[in-house]
């Protein structure tokens, strides 16, 4: 960055040598790498003004792809170096949704290039003598200049010729290790989204995302594919592509899955639709057979070591205190590397390529703000070190590329769908973009030599069609199918409310019902699964949101206008429903990572629990006075689904049913309609209340369903159906 034609600027204890790129307090001087020196010059030379994100990256990071996170951080490194206080604003200041303003008077003396004096000699900032001695041109700053030694005046040729040779000798031994230096980082592996190869290694587009793990040698990949509502375990060679199944098909789901560095076993973590008592770390043969449990542990994510001698797993207790624990490949000599208590999730946890380290991320509710970071620890436990401080994005699938100058991560932007998987520097703050485009990636694993890396891509193609007489047999397209559509709902006879995902962003759309005057309501900023619920009357539309900062429900009008909050708990809130009298709602709160709980507000505000079972499906009836709920069994662990009272709090029915995404009353009241996926065919069945054969109502062949409803009188139907298609693919690094 170019900077003007000021040489001095001072401020407070403090003092800036534009020329010399020297930033000093009181005349002692302050390490500052080249772009926060050139961030604090900008700053200060406009001083008073408010410098919007992007002129601040265009200026400072020009020609260079960086994120705001990058600007930030580099904010909060000054604010240290300056001894600002958090929320001080001594010197800059924080304009939200804008950008930053220096704030503190600054003083500045200008320097004519041309001769050595300056213009006003009397006013003439003070340079510290050991300041004026060191040589900087523009491009270098204060800890990169090359100290030498003050020597007594040389009075003999000899003594001058030792002096000159070990001067030689100095830098000769500098030049090796910059070159060293020059050297070893252009060696450094990076992913750069605009040379990165992308291929498909599976094509069938059945894969369950983040579970693909490729072996250290790059040979051999272990993955998981839907069977249905159940998962089977295969593997795969790289080069010849022969799969091989190697588990029967499991009646749950695999939540991560590992292949040991000799390729003799498959790990993976397994939850029970049927019988949580068969939960747990299992082991498999990668030839196949009889599958070996070797704990009960359930967590989301684990790591073999390098050496192929331990296992990392997450393990979660029920008072919510959450460790990473390391152990032997049969369970034995467990070992608490990290532990904490409170509102937090491990996201992944993995062994650094010495094997000495874990690496893990984190989410974490701190009030009303959900943050992530990066943390490392040793195996043997000992203090946390922060690798990614915490902050809005939601980064998981973390691990360290083999020279451990960098990671990769998939992303997920506080408003967006997507993730994408990113290449972060800690060093310098840089992130770099490893993909860029429409799809989605989960669950990332690495070759031992890092020139390859395979994930989970996701991609959703979906259309919306309308059933103009409330059955199956006249559906007609009204959006096409290229589109990521997520929900949909009524808010009168003839028009739809849905929820789309352009641009990674998630919004609310209306139209009527022959897909005219199509008009967004929301502009994509309430993060993601909005999930829009009209009111019975039509006149609202509720929706969750992270306006005030946690996830809560808001109610607009059903034309976009008058947005009000309708919950403010202090956990998150998964959706929720305001009822007929504009007053009372329905609310799936998130009273713990494990716990959900339908909360009803009344008229009059006062809240009680409804159903305290853990839940994620539910849906009120259009009388407004029984809630259906997808629960788990406590005794037989079974899923059905509970019809209770909203007046007594009551079960008054149980059905044995489950749904795969979707859970609607019919019109009249006296039914209840689901989806299911049986070998490949979606269906809409629909279940009478008071007994009886489930019967379909529409079947799908080729298309999965995603959202369906009917209008309040029954006489039209809205489904937004197509296909989620998941598939491993590997990932190399391009030519330079």
Not at 78 to 92: D, H, N, T
Not at 448 to 466: I, M, P
Not at 661 to 685: C, E, H, P, Q, S
Not at 713 to 722: C, E, S, T, V
Request: hydrophobic content about 40%; overall charge negative.
């Amino acid at each position: 960055m170019e900077s003007g034609s000021n040489r001095y600027f001072a401020f407070g204890e403090f003092g800036l040598d534009a020329r010399r790129r020297i930033f000093s307090k009181n005349g002692n001087v302050l390490p500052l790498t080249p772009r926060n020196f050139d961030l604090l010059l900008l700053l200060i030379e406009k001083e008073g003004q408010v410098l919007t994100h992007d002129e601040i990256l265009n200026a400072v990071w020009a020609g260079t792809f960086v994120e705001q996170a990058n600007l930030k951080n580099a904010i909060s490194v000054l604010r240290k170096v300056l001894g600002e206080q958090p929320g001080e604003g001594m010197f800059i200041q924080t304009v939200p949704r804008r950008g930053y303003c220096f704030v503190a008077p600054v003083k500045i003396f200008k320097h004519d290039i041309a001769s050595s004096s300056v213009s006003n000699p009397e006013e003439e900032y003070p340079v510290p003598a050991e300041l004026d001695n060191l040589v900087a041109d523009g491009n270098s700053s204060v800890e990169s200049q090359l100290e030498v030694p003050q020597l007594s005046p040389v009075r003999t040729g000899w003594t001058k010729m030792v002096l000159v040779g070990a001067f030689v000798v100095l830098i000769l031994i500098a030049g090796v290790f910059g070159l060293k230096k020059y050297f070893s980082s252009e060696k450094a592996i990076v992913y750069d989204a605009t040379k990165v190869i992308i291929s498909k290694i599976t094509s069938e587009g059945n894969l369950v995302g983040g579970d693909a793990s490729i072996s250290p040698n790059g040979k051999y990949l272990v993955y998981v594919v839907r069977e249905g509502a159940n998962t089977s375990l295969w593997t795969r060679q790289i080069v010849t592509g022969i799969a091989r199944q190697i588990s029967p098909v499991i009646h749950g789901s695999v939540w991560a899955c590992a292949l040991t560095p000799d390729e003799d076993y498959v790990f993976y973590v397994f939850n029970s639709n049927v019988d949580q008592t068969k939960s747990g770390l299992y082991r498999i043969s990668t030839f196949g057979g009889s599958a070996e449990k070797v704990s009960d542990d359930r967590g989301g994510s684990i790591s073999i070591s390098p050496d192929g001698k331990r296992i990392a797993i997450v393990h979660v207790t029920e008072d919510l205190r959450t460790s990473i624990e390391t152990m032997g490949l049969d369970g034995s000599d467990r070992r608490i590397a990290w532990t904490e208590q409170g509102d937090l999730r491990v996201w992944s946890v993995r062994f650094s390529p010495d094997g000495g380290n874990l690496l893990y991320s984190i989410r974490r509710q701190n009030g009303d703000k959900t943050t992530y970071y990066i943390g490392e620890v040793s195996v043997n436990g000992g203090p946390e070190r922060i690798v990614l401080p915490e902050q809005d994005k939601q980064v998981a699938d973390t691990l360290w590329m083999p020279d451990k100058q960098s990671l990769l991560m998939s992303v997920r932007e506080l408003n967006a769908e997507l993730r994408q998987i990113w290449q972060y520097f800690p060093a310098s703050l840089e992130w770099r973009r490893v993909t860029n485009d429409n799809a989605s990636y989960r669950g990332i694993s690495l070759t031992t030599d890092g020139k390859t890396l395979v994930a989970s891509q996701e991609n959703r193609l979906t259309s919306l069609w309308v059933s103009p007489s409330g059955t199956a047999e006249d559906l007609k397209q009204v959006i096409a199918g290229n589109h990521y559509l997520i929900d949909v709902g009524w808010t009168t006879e003839s028009s739809i409310v849905y929820s789309i995902l352009e641009n990674s962003k998630e919004m609310i759309g209306t139209m009527n019902a022959d897909g005219s005057r199509n008009k967004m309501l929301t502009v994509g900023d309430d993060g993601i699964w909005v999930f829009p619920a009209p009111s019975r009357d039509g006149k609202h539309i509720a929706f969750a949101s992270l306006r005030s900062g946690r996830r809560q429900i808001w109610a607009m009008d059903n034309d976009g206008r008058n947005p009000v909050q309708l919950s403010q708990f202090e956990s998150d809130v998964y959706d929720g429903r305001l009822m007929a009298d504009g007053k009372a709602a329905i609310f799936l709160q998130l009273e713990t990572p494990q716990k959900t709980v339908v909360v009803v507000r009344n008229d009059a505000g006062e809240l009680r629990q409804l159903i305290q079972n853990r839940t994620k499906r539910w849906a009120v009836s259009p009388d407004e006075k029984f809630v259906a709920a997808e629960v788990q069994d406590p005794q037989t662990q079974k899923i059905g689904v509970v019809i209770v009272s909203v007046a007594a709090g009551e079960i008054v029915r149980r059905l044995e049913i489950s749904s795969d995404r979707v859970l609607r009353w019919t019109a009249d009241g006296k039914a209840l309609a689901y989806d299911t996926n049986d070998g490949g065919v979606a269906k809409v069945m629909v279940q009478p209340i008071d007994g009886g054969p489930a019967k379909p109502f529409l079947t799908l062949k080729s298309e999965e369903i995603f959202s369906f409803d009917w209008t309040a009188d029954g006489k039209k139907f809205a489904i937004i159906r197509g296909n989620h298609l998941t598939d491993a693919v590997r990932i190399s690094v391009g030519s330079n």
